[in-house]
């Protein structure tokens, strides 16, 4: 409920200051993720949203945006915030949410009213800036994104029957690499934290980019920005290799020791059927 309430605040509030004459006038056409960690395992909800720079307005031109920015960030960060909690306070009263344990106080209106008070009264923060490097880069950087997971296998450093241990950034001391060390089953329990619902899309996609009516608004907005069609995608599906390649840079047949060279097969050892030789 929470994550299907956070995709829609955002992109409401994005969609809202697209559609505004004050600002573009026109429909955005936004990419989002959702992302649910920090370095430590530990639950940080956001969405990373890819917008346009501009807006394809009614009559079909393309609107740029004036003064050198999208929109000020300090007025998203308060209609997120109200979207955001006009959202939550539905939810509580629909009864969507299911309470239990440290939350089943805020099914009493009084608890759930100082949460309200609480959440108004906490500065919230819209981050946002214009892709310094260029689309291309941006591009990729959310390509190699989506494909992420919690905690890749590079990051972990040893594991036993009672601890692992991972390597993370420590963001609050100048991004310095450290070594967590954490209890089996706590390990356990903050990545299964980040395991989505069954069928939960993590990547969604609005306004111009949304599936009603996106071919012919993507075209609209090509003639206005005289930007040619993009040539069709190949018919043979792309290799395993190409595509990270492609979105990661990574070549998977790379030795990741020496970094150097390629992994190649000179073997296959059969599983023995009996103790080793004596």
Known sequence: VIYRLLFDAAARTLLAFGENPRWLGGEL??????????????????????VSGGALAPDGHWIHPRGGFLFPVKALSAVFRGKFLARLKHAFESGALALAGSTAALAEARPRGALFAALRAQPWVVYAKRPFAGPEQVLQYLGRYTHRVALS??????????????????????????????DAPEFIRRYLTHVLPKGFMRIRHYGLLGNRGKHHKLAQ????????????????????EAFWLRIAHLDIHQCPHCASGPLRRIGTLAPRAHGPPR
């Open 221 to 240: 907005a090509r003639t206005a920005l005289n930007v040619p069609r993009p040539e069709p995608r190949p018919s043979a599906p792309e290799t395993l």
């Open 153 to 182: 296998n590079s990051r972990l450093v040893s594991l036993d029957d009672e601890t692992v241990r991972f390597r993370y950034q420590d963001y609050a001391h100048g991004n310095r690499r450290k070594v967590m060390a954490l």
């Open 29 to 50: 056409g936004v990419t989002m993720v959702l992302h649910t960690w920090g370095q430590t395992l530990t639950q940080h909800l956001h969405v990373h949203a890819l």
